[in-house]
Structures are given as structure tokens and as C-alpha cells.
């Protein structure tokens, strides 16, 4: 008797996946790659973009504050700087509401709230650079606690500059603040400091940059 055996066909394995799981790791990690190199180019150009604004506002910013020292330090008759003057954007002493940084209220915020409260505080319409189209807004503030008058009041509420005159006369006996007509001594009134904060603003764009400069 004749035996015969018949092979059983083999049981197809199974497929695990590995190859597969290794090819999404990869492609994540791609990804990951991909996405810090948008980030990091977009944030070289932000930082390119803003470091042109910069330079580009330097001149009309100057302007600005040459307009400001033309206006209080060089007009004839002076102007009075007891009191709030906004055809020269001038307040006597310092606003109230100001930023961690120190800009003025009139000057912080987007452009329509900016433009809204600058407007209808009476100041001087923006300047507007021919090259660049950067307006320029501005205020300038005595640097003072307290709307001071008297030559006591301002120096007691604000910060000066002590005039520039010598301690001693020619007999070791005058010194400064000594008022009296008959002492020979000359006295000077307390020279107050101006604090000018100019803003920058590029209209239909979210760049904006500020400056500040102190007048003596």
C-alpha cells in the first residue's frame, strides 16, 4: 500500500507595520524641521522689516524734536511754560495714565485709538514723511508733578536743572538762592526739564515706534 503525503499550504503572516510606523516618525520630524525654519525666517524678517522702520523714522523723529526746541526754546517773546499750550502740543506737567515705559496716554494704544484721543485733545495735526509716508505724532511735558508757577512751586515739583552760575562770589560770601538787592549776588530763575515723546506710525500697518528725548 502506497502512502502519499500532501504539503499544507503555509499560513500567511501577518503584515506588522514597522516600516510604516518608522516612515511617519520620519515624516513628523520633517515636518517638525519644516516649521522652525518658516518661524525662524519669518522672525528674521520681522526683526530686518522693524530694524528698517527704525532707521527710516530717525530723521522725521529729529524733525519732531527740532520743531519742539524751535517752539519753546528759540520763539520770541518766550512761551509760557506754566501752563498747557496746545498749539504746541505742550502740558505743563507730567499726563497722568502713562505707560510701564513711560509714553504719555494721548500717544499708546492702536492706531484708531491713538488717532481718536489725539485728535480730540487739540493737538497739532501729525507730520508726515515725504519719503517714507511714517506720521509722526508728538507731546511734549515739563517734567512735573503738579502744574507748579512760582519758582518754589517748580522747584519743589519738578525736576531742573540747577542754573549754571558760581557758588561764591569774590568775597567767599555769595552763594546761590541768596536774594537779598544788597548781597551782589546773582540769582537765576530754576530751569525746568522737558520730556518730548514722539510716536512713529507707518497708516494700514501694525508698525509703530516711539522716542524720547530730554530739553534742558
Known amino acids: 500500500m502506497t502512502s502519499m503525503s500532501r504539503a499544507l499550504p503555509r499560513t500567511p503572516h501577518h503584515q506588522r507595520g514597522v516600516v510604516l510606523f518608522i516612515a511617519l516618525i520620519a515624516m513628523v520630524i520633517l515636518s517638525l524641521a519644516g516649521v522652525a525654519l518658516m518661524r525662524s ?3 528674521s524678517l520681522g526683526a ?3 530694524l528698517a522702520f527704525r532707521n527710516s523714522s530717525l530723521a522725521p523723529v529729529n ?3 527740532e520743531e519742539t526746541i524751535k517752539a519753546i526754546f528759540k520763539t520770541k517773546p518766550a512761551p509760557a511754560t506754566t501752563a498747557n499750550d496746545a498749539a504746541m502740543n505742550y502740558f505743563a506737567q507730567l499726563q497722568a495714565g502713562e505707560s510701564k515705559n513711560g509714553v504719555p496716554a494721548l500717544l499708546t494704544g492702536d492706531y484708531y485709538t491713538m488717532t481718536t484721543a489725539y485728535t480730540a485733545a487739540g493737538l497739532l ?3 508726515t514723511d515725504a519719503v517714507s509716508g ?3 505724532r508728538w507731546i511734549v511735558e515739563r517734567v512735573c508733578n503738579s502744574p507748579a508757577v512760582t519758582q518754589p512751586e517748580i522747584i519743589g515739583h519738578c525736576d531742573i536743572l540747577p542754573p549754571k552760575v558760581t557758588s561764591a562770589g569774590t568775597d567767599n560770601k555769595c ?3 541768596a536774594v537779598s538787592a544788597s548781597s551782589g549776588c546773582l540769582t537765576l530763575p530754576p530751569i525746568p526739564v522737558f520730556r518730548v515723546t514722539v510716536r512713529a506710525d507707518i497708516p494700514n500697518t ?3 515706534s516711539y522716542a524720547q528725548a530730554f530739553l534742558r
Do not use: F, H, K
Open 134 to 136: 511714517t506720521e509722526l
Open 63 to 65: 524733525q519732531a524734536i
Open 125 to 127: 495735526p501729525p507730520i
Open 206 to 208: 501694525n508698525a509703530v
Open 41 to 43: 525666517v519669518d522672525t
Open 175 to 177: 552763594a546761590y538762592g
Open 48 to 50: 530686518a522689516g522693524n
